[in-house]
């Protein structure tokens, strides 16, 4: 059974770094059938895929945080991170890890899930 | 961005009976890359369907989906108590991949 459980400070100051990192069990980073994904949930809202990566390296995005946002990758430590950068309230969100199954180069569906990290931006 | 819009917001269903939630496609979602999850409060989201109408791996009969195009439908028959929470739907034809503000099936 695939497992993946996010950690990291649940409190980040405006204006700096968001930091997550994902665990996967169960499974391997190393497997080239999968992307290894972020994504969030605002309050009482709906989600945001913030990006994803695939083992080679390749990362794909969000548009509207890419400039704020680098997901990097290791396969040693079967783990996957966040950066997000520049934060503001508006980044107040329950943060989610997710396994994608690759249909194609450039589409998936996430099939095994973590149970979130609520990180609240406030100084 | 393709925007995804679910309705109803809330839907009010009696266990037993049949649930039907719509998605609605700004665009054409490419292939029929529509997935459905189920999300119950404080837990992840769990994938129900994906290819407009495949059940995931341990996920009963009763539910199905279906829909091509622009207009996709998440059936639930014969609703069971633990059925009754938030369903999402989420087109991952074109990027960026994205979710729809979701429904929730109430009592």
């Known amino acids: 059974q695939v497992q993946l459980q996010e950690s990291g400070p649940g409190l980040v100051k405006p204006s700096q770094t968001l930091s997550l990192t994902c665990s996967v069990s169960g499974g391997s980073t190393s497997d080239g059938s999968y992307y290894w994904s972020w994504i969030r949930q605002h309050p009482g809202k709906g989600l945001e895929v913030i990006g994803y990566i695939y083992y080679s390296g390749t990362t794909y995005y969000n548009p509207a945080l890419q400039s704020r946002v680098t997901i990097s990758l290791d396969t040693s430590k079967n783990q996957f991170s966040l950066k997000l950068t520049s934060v503001t309230a508006a980044d107040t969100a329950v943060y989610f890890c997710?396994?994608?199954?690759?249909?194609?180069?450039?589409?998936?569906?996430?099939?095994?899930w973590g149970q979130g990290t609520l990180v609240t931006v406030s100084s | 961005e393709i925007v995804l819009t679910q309705s109803p917001g809330t839907l009010s269903v009696s266990p037993g009976e049949r649930a039907t939630l719509s998605c609605r496609a700004s665009?054409?979602?490419?292939?029929?890359?529509l997935a459905w999850y189920q999300q119950k409060p404080g837990q992840a989201p769990r994938l129900l369907i994906y290819g407009a109408s495949s059940r995931a791996t341990g996920i009963p009969d009763r539910f199905s989906g279906s829909g091509f195009g622009t207009e996709f439908t998440l059936t639930i028959d014969r609703l069971e108590p633990e059925d009754f929470t938030f369903y999402y739907c989420?087109?991952?034809?074109?990027?960026?991949?994205?979710f729809g503000q979701g429904t929730k099936v109430e009592i």
């Open positions: 997710a396994r994608v199954v690759i249909v194609t180069d450039v589409s998936g569906y996430n099939d095994y």
């Open positions: 989420q087109q991952y034809g074109s990027s960026p991949w994205t």
């Open positions: 665009q054409s979602v490419s292939r029929g890359f």
